[in-house]
């Protein structure tokens, strides 16, 4: 049984003893039980036409503790789709290549629409002021995190990747204090590991800067800067265009925020590659 109809016995438990404020709520939620996750209890409180608290009780009506315990059962539950159900649903034919650039630059013009300079700015300062960086990111997220230790690397030292596979998780966790961030990568399909993770940094006084998928997320409540990237058409394999371009855009506003520290460092690094003779030569 899947949650979406879990929450409509719920509703259709209790609907005939309803107030007519709380059938208005009730109708609102029906209506966009697909998208609940979009939408806040302010929202839905002005899409029902009702209170905020009139919101609140609605959902204890439920059997959730607050509106916050809904949202966590709701992302809980929800199905995350899968490149094998995706396969199932389609087929194995690859759409034309035109399409699936296309659906690459309306993801690129979506990250253009929905991140600001300012949030960028914000994240680059945390990124550039703290004592040490660590970044973070498991399944899909694990290619980002490490582009995104691979170039803020280059602009600052003390950025180190949390789950380097060298199993040394928890004794690089209990390095982390007050004046480091933790750069998150929070993608579908998402493990357990990454909000236990997110967790124990943030307690021990870490600033989170959060990149997710998700348009409602348990991660966005305590973290300082949040970019949205959400995956764009129903393809196979989930695209991460927008969120290699907004890594390597905050890169450079990190870079702009340490201009002399930064230059020192990579000057460092190229006379480091100059001595070790390690790299081919431009054509």
């Known amino acids: 049984m899947t949650q979406i109809i879990t929450l409509r016995e719920r509703i259709q438990a209790h609907y005939e003893a309803l107030s007519l404020v709380d059938r208005k709520l009730a109708d609102v939620v ?3 039980e697909k998208d609940l996750l979009a939408y806040s209890a302010t929202e839905l409180a002005a899409l029902a ?12 009506r439920l059997g959730f503790a607050d509106f916050l315990a809904f949202r966590q059962h709701q992302r809980k539950s929800a199905p995350q789709p899968s490149p094998l159900g995706r396969v199932a649903q389609q087929g194995l034919r690859a759409n034309p290549l035109q399409q699936h650039v296309a659906q690459d630059a309306q993801q690129l013009q979506a990250l253009a629409d929905a991140v600001t300079d300012q949030s960028v700015q ?8 703290a004592r040490r960086v660590w970044v973070v990111g498991y399944r899909n997220g694990y290619m980002t995190a490490s582009y995104a230790r691979a170039l803020l690397s280059q602009v600052r030292a003390e950025v180190h990747l949390l789950n380097e596979g060298a199993g040394e998780d928890a004794e690089l966790l209990a390095e982390i204090q ?12 998402r493990t357990r590991r990454l909000s236990q993770v997110v ?17 409602v ?11 949205i990237c959400p995956p764009q058409g129903e393809a196979i394999f989930d695209s991460y265009v927008g969120v290699i371009s907004l890594i390597n855009y905050l890169a450079t506003a990190t870079l702009a925020h340490l201009p002399q520290k930064a230059r020192a460092r990579m000057a460092a690094i190229e ?3 100059a001595q070790l003779d390690d ?4 054509l």
């Open 271 to 273: 006379q480091v590659h």
């Open 49 to 60: 036409g009702v209170s905020k608290a009139s919101t609140a009780r609605f959902f204890k």
């Open 122 to 129: 914000q994240a680059a300062k945390l990124l550039a002021g």
């Open 279 to 282: 790299l081919e030569p431009s």
């Open 178 to 189: 007050r004046g480091d961030v933790l750069l998150a990568m929070d993608f579908r399909r």
């Open 199 to 215: 967790g124990i940094a943030c307690d021990a006084g870490a600033a989170l800067v959060l990149v997710s998928d998700a348009r």
């Open 217 to 227: 997320s348990t991660l966005a409540a305590r973290a300082q800067a949040l970019f």
């Open 30 to 32: 029906l209506v966009h």
